[in-house]
C-alpha cells in the first residue's frame, strides 16, 4: 500500500485517476442510478449508494449474530490512461493487472469490462469505433492487451472471512476429526479495508506498464540516455 500510494500519486501528475469502491457485500449490491463515489467516503462500508450501504450494514449484523461472515466484490476505475499501454501477449495490461489482483489475499476471482457476462452476449456485442473513442466500452479500456483510452474498469471478488464463531468440522494433525470454534475479535467481512489495496495494485501495474512502454520508442530510449548522460 505505501508503494502504491507512491505510485497513485506519480499517476496522478499525469492525469490519472484511481476509484475503487465497494460494489457489493454478500447479496447486497449498489444501484448503478445512484452511483455517487463521494458518498463511498461517508460510510464504514465504501459503497457509493447510500441505501445499499444501509441495506449491506444490515445484512453483515445478521452475518454477525450467526456468527458468520460475507464476501464481497470491489470495483475498480481508472480514467486518464492514455492508448497504447500494455502489449498484445507476454506482458498484456488486463493480465497483468489480474495477476496483481488475484496476488491480493481473499481474492478469488477477476472480472474486466463485462466480465463473465461476455460468455451469453455475441458478436454484435462487440465493442463498436466511433470518431474519436469507442461507442461502448465492454472490453473495460484494455483491448488485445492494450489501453485504448476508455476508461479501465475491472472487478475483485472476495471470499468471506474465513475466521468465523460458527462451529466447523476439521481434522487434527494426527487425522481425527474434531468441531473447531475460533474465538476472538474477527471482523465480518474483508472488502471494506480492501478497497485501497486495490487501488494500490492497480497503481503499480499501470505506473509499471507505462515505464515499461517507454521502452517501445527507441527515440524515446536515445533521449533518456542522452540526457542522463
Known amino acids: 500500500v505505501a508503494a502504491g500510494a507512491v505510485a497513485a500519486k506519480m499517476l496522478k501528475s499525469l492525469g490519472i485517476q484511481i476509484s475503487a469502491y465497494t460494489l457489493s457485500i454478500g447479496p ?9 463515489l463521494s458518498e463511498a467516503e461517508n460510510n464504514p462500508l465504501y459503497m457509493p449508494d447510500a441505501e445499499a450501504a444501509k441495506k449491506a450494514s444490515d445484512y453483515l449484523e445478521t452475518c454477525m449474530q450467526e456468527q458468520n461472515s460475507a464476501g464481497g466484490m470491489v470495483e475498480c476505475m481508472i480514467t486518464g490512461v492514455p492508448a ?20 491480493i489475499g481473499a481474492v478469488k476471482a477477476f472480472e474486466i469490462g463485462d466480465g463473465l457476462a461476455v460468455a451469453q452476449s455475441d458478436g454484435l456485442h462487440n465493442d463498436e469505433a466511433g470518431h474519436i473513442t469507442k461507442k461502448t466500452n465492454h472490453s473495460g479500456g484494455i483491448t488485445g492487451g492494450i489501453s485504448d483510452g476508455c476508461e479501465i474498469l475491472f472487478r475483485a471478488a472476495f471470499k468471506p472471512t474465513p475466521s468465523i464463531s460458527a462451529t466447523q468440522e476439521s481434522v487434527t494433525r494426527t487425522g481425527e476429526n474434531l ?33 515499461a512502454g517507454m521502452t517501445s520508442r527507441f527515440d524515446l530510449v536515445q533521449k533518456f540516455f542522452r540526457e542522463l548522460y
Open 179 to 211: 468441531d473447531i470454534s475460533i474465538k476472538g475479535r474477527h471482523d465480518p467481512i474483508i472488502v471494506p479495508r480492501a478497497v485501497v489495496v486495490v487501488e494500490c495494485m492497480a497503481a503499480l501495474v499501470i505506473l509499471d506498464a507505462m515505464l
Open 84 to 103: 497504447g499501454i500494455g502489449e498484445p501477449a507476454f506482458e498484456k495490461l488486463n493480465a497483468n493487472l489480474g495477476k496483481a489482483i488475484l496476488s
Open 28 to 36: 447486497v449490491a449498489i444501484n448503478k442510478e445512484k452511483f455517487d
